[in-house]
């Protein structure tokens, strides 16, 4: 942080009219994607309990990464801050060794306590054989969509929204404890590996206030979920999918 940085204020709280709606419209566009991507896993979970087949609900992936997508592609002119990729080759190599270092951590805190329920994952295989398609439709939406999508919901909205209501005029660098820890913790129960979500949320908002970029998390997120993918390939750990 720099001399000018350590004398910005922090945000005051902004007033919020009685009559005023509780999200605008920059909120709702960094909302309705990840809304989005929810809705596909609550109707995967409904529909396996109605019995429907395991092969056919894992189609449900493509089709919500399609959702996800087609309403960022809607939105996109709404995300100012993934207009330009700004950031220095310091940065980017801290976000990459982040990506590695949260990986290594999200497989390795998986101790029964560390867990929510016992997930069965995503098992592209069928008869024993995998579906090669499906494995790179996984991972591909896992590194390059599951990324930007997050971020702009948890790091651009949440963290920010947290800090005021007219969240957009919020700098990264202005977020305060308060901010952190909830979207870190909200972030880190959205998980079945709860405590690896918590370390991921820490690291990546930590990369987001340092570098006031949101393609600092974007990118050492796209890291870490590509690397898993091929890491749950290789070992056949499908429940970490």
Known sequence: MTEHDERIAPPAAATHPADAPMFSRAAWVRILPFAAYLFFIVAGDVLERLGVASSALLWLYPAKIAAVVLLLALFWRHYSELRHFRLSTPAVLTALATGVVVLVLWVSLDAGWMIFGSPAGFDPRSEGRIDWLLVAIRILGAALVVPVMEELFWRSFLMRWVAAPNFDSVEPSQLGP????????????????????????????????????????????????????????????WSYW
Do not use: C, D, Q
């Open 178 to 237: 308060k901010s952190f820890i909830i979207t870190v913790l909200l972030f880190g129960f959205e998980h079945n590996l709860w405590l690896a979500g918590i370390v991921a949320g820490a690291a990546y908002s930590l990369l987001y206030m340092r570098h006031r970029s949101l393609w600092s998390p974007i990118l050492a997120h796209a890291v870490t979920n590509g690397l898993l993918g091929i890491w749950v390939v290789r070992t056949g750990n």
